[in-house]
């Protein structure tokens, strides 16, 4: 009798007593009359977590705006610097430059070609002050003025 127990599909071994049936009962609940008790001291309490929590974000704000500030300032001190040795570099080509365009004998030769002469004696007229003679002419100079106040 074992045997032919054990023959017969699962299916109807089980359906002879599976447990407790699932029942539900739709009950419905009015909550509208009930009133929310307030608890001071709760409401205390959840003030001050929001309290520490508004002062640990500013504090978090504060320091990710001071790291992106450094972050951003060294990248300006970076364009600077290298705006810097870029201008050092032109200066020191602009100094070479008029250096070479100041140079006598090279002005010599560029007057030369253009049919210049040198200045005959006489010619030349010097207007500092340092040089000139009581009977020489003299070039539109000024003499500083003296301001005296009456008290």
Same mark, same amino acid.
């Given at each position: ?12 071994? #089980? ?68 705006? #810097? ?67």
């Amino acid at each position: 009798m074992a045997a032919a127990h054990s023959s017969l599909p699962l299916a109807r071994r #089980r359906s002879c007593w599976t447990g407790t049936p699932e029942v539900y009962f739709a009950k419905s609940i009015d909550n509208s009359r009930l009133v929310k008790v307030e608890d001071p001291r709760r409401h205390r309490e959840m003030k001050h977590f929001g309290i520490a929590l508004s002062c640990l974000f500013v504090l978090v704000m504060t320091f990710a705006w001071q790291h992106f500030k450094a972050i951003e300032y060294g990248y300006k001190i970076e364009s600077l610097r290298s705006q #810097r040795d870029s201008l050092t570099e032109l200066n020191r080509a602009l100094r070479l430059e008029e250096a070479s365009l100041r140079d006598p004998e090279r002005i010599d030769i560029l007057a030369r070609q253009l049919g210049m002469q040198p200045p005959q004696a006489g010619q030349v007229v010097r207007m500092d002050a340092a040089g000139q003679e009581a009977g020489t002419p003299v070039m539109a100079s000024i003499t500083p003025i003296a301001v005296v106040s009456a008290r």
